[in-house]
């Protein structure tokens, strides 16, 4: 039998209630983001991952001053601007750390149009001020130029001078965060069922499809019902983001679910239902809502024709395909299209090659996964190009490579020299002998040239032969006068100009 007291506790359940923020961490490479989240949640990430750049978003839970803190670390690399957006759009709060030694650069403009374009309330945190040379008041200077005036500059953002190798700082900063997060006045509703966002998803061989998640409302429990786009699941596990199995999460917590039929994608929404009808519905919806969008996306495609260059494309997340994508298609320009056949998260596999060897000239290209035994017998066979790396950079570099390797020459006439004629000495059926002079360029025997009247292109010639104070030569150069045997149907007469012309490959 409930007791008042359990009923009371059920009462306050279902009514909304304050909750933790969900904060981004922002900011330019190496600007001390990932350290900063390393000393808030005392462990290091950094030196493990490829380059010495995070390229994955995490997402960790801490705690401070009687409240729940849910921190999205985004890669600062350049070529991961979408998971920042991403990071950005979920978040309650972002901090935009940058350096006291560097000031604002380039990712951090870009951290700053995604927080506007989100119109999520920030806090400056101006990392490093243990290094020598570091200023804060320079640092404020740069984002002063930047539009961005701080509380003490100006303006009315927040900002925390820190070092986060020291912690000099660091509680300040966590202080902030609470103080901001209650003038947001951010609520949940514990008893409702669970919605939030995919913020990472990957496909794991024995396990199969994980999703992280992040709780902006309500309860995930094992055995729930959820459907992130056209994706559902019907929860087998839980893990928070210690990586323990847990039965439930409450928001703001992110949690790792296992149990999807599929992997869903980085970014879409997730809600939860009372039954499975109802979620495979919504996903349903939500396919003809994307096959609408592709069909609009088709319709705008642009029409002129460009030498295509099909991609496969697998990584190990969700997230980071999305980069992939992004930093491949930075190939596109007026002459290539790079166009993704086919994309997916985990290793390359034999389905893959064949499916891009329905596509002639295709390329497949992995991040950060392996390339199976078979698949690459397979692709040899075939005559398949496959490649994997695990630092962004080196895959465009490659890439820019290939596509320049592949691309059709074009064949085009480039005039190579410019001559006067200056006498005609004999005239025969077809063929004259000139004499003249080379005003620029060089002209050389066995080539075409343009026959130039009064700024007109009257006609073709070739020459057939050439001479130089009575010498057989291949070529003149300018500032030489010549004289030239050349076959051409139109008659010559002094005063018209020759274009002589090479074809050439570009």
């Excluded at 979620?279 to 969008?293: D, H, I, R, S, V």
Aim: with cysteine; net charge negative; charged share 25%.
């Amino acid at each position: 039998m409930n007791t008042a007291k359990d009923k009371r506790k059920e009462q306050q359940a279902c009514l909304p209630a304050g909750r933790g923020p969900i904060v981004a961490v922002l900011g330019h490479i190496d600007h001390g983001k990932s350290t900063l989240l390393d000393y808030i949640r005392k462990a290091n990430v950094t030196a493990g991952e490829a380059g010495g750049i995070t390229q994955h978003v995490s997402a960790y839970e801490v705690r401070h001053a009687e409240s729940t803190i849910t921190f999205l670390d985004t890669p600062g690399h350049e070529a991961f601007q979408a998971m920042r957006e991403r990071g950005a759009a979920i978040a309650d709060i972002v901090i935009l750390v940058i350096a006291a030694d560097d000031g604002v650069k380039a990712q951090t403009l870009e951290a700053l149009k995604a927080i506007t374009e989100s119109k999520t309330p920030y806090i400056v945190a101006i990392n490093k001020i243990d290094k020598a040379g570091a200023s804060v008041e320079r640092a404020k200077q740069t984002l002063a130029e930047a539009e961005v005036l701080v509380e003490g500059y100006g303006g009315t953002i927040p900002c925390v001078a820190v070092s986060a190798k020291t912690g000099e700082g660091v509680p300040e900063l966590l202080d902030m965060l609470i103080l901001v997060a209650e003038m947001e006045a951010l609520k949940g509703t514990v008893a409702a069922p669970a919605q939030g966002f995919v913020l990472e998803s990957s496909l794991d061989s024995k396990a199969g499809p994980i999703a992280t998640l992040i709780l902006r409302d309500g309860t995930i429990h094992l055995g729930d019902c959820v459907a992130a786009g056209v994706h559902s699941a019907k929860v087998k596990k839980l893990e928070n983001f210690l990586g323990a199995s847990v039965r439930e999460a409450s928001c703001p917590s992110p949690v790792r679910v296992y149990g999807f039929s599929s992997v869903p994608q980085a970014g879409d929404e997730f809600k939860t239902f009372a039954d499975k009808k109802e979620a495979e519905q919504y996903c349903e919806e939500q396919e003809g809502l994307e096959t609408q969008k592709r069909g609009k996306e088709a319709r705008d495609a642009k029409a002129e024709e460009q030498f295509e260059l099909p991609l496969a494309l697998k990584a190990d997340t969700y997230g980071t395909l999305e980069a992939f994508k992004r930093e491949a298609e930075k190939q596109n320009t007026e002459a290539v299209s790079v166009r993704i056949i086919h994309e997916g998260v985990g290793s390359i596999t034999e389905n893959d090659i064949r499916t891009a060897s329905a596509s002639s000239r295709a390329l497949i290209i992995g991040f950060n996964v392996k390339i199976e035994r078979g698949a690459q017998d397979l692709a040899e066979k075939l005559g398949i190009t496959v490649a994997s790396f695990d630092i962004i950079y080196k895959m465009s570099k490659w890439l820019a490579e290939k596509i320049a390797e592949r691309l059709p020459k074009v064949t085009v006439e480039e005039v190579i020299g410019r001559a006067k004629v200056l006498k005609i000495f004999s005239t025969e059926k077809g063929k004259q002998v000139i004499g003249g002079e080379v005003l620029e360029g060089v002209i050389k025997r066995d080539l075409q040239a343009r026959l130039m009247r009064r700024g007109n292109d009257v006609g073709r010639c070739r020459i057939a032969e050439l001479q130089k104070d009575r010498t057989t030569v291949g070529a003149v150069e300018a500032g030489s006068q010549f004289g030239s045997l050349i076959k051409c149907d139109i008659a010559v007469a002094p005063g018209d100009e020759l274009q002589v012309v090479a074809v050439v490959e570009r």
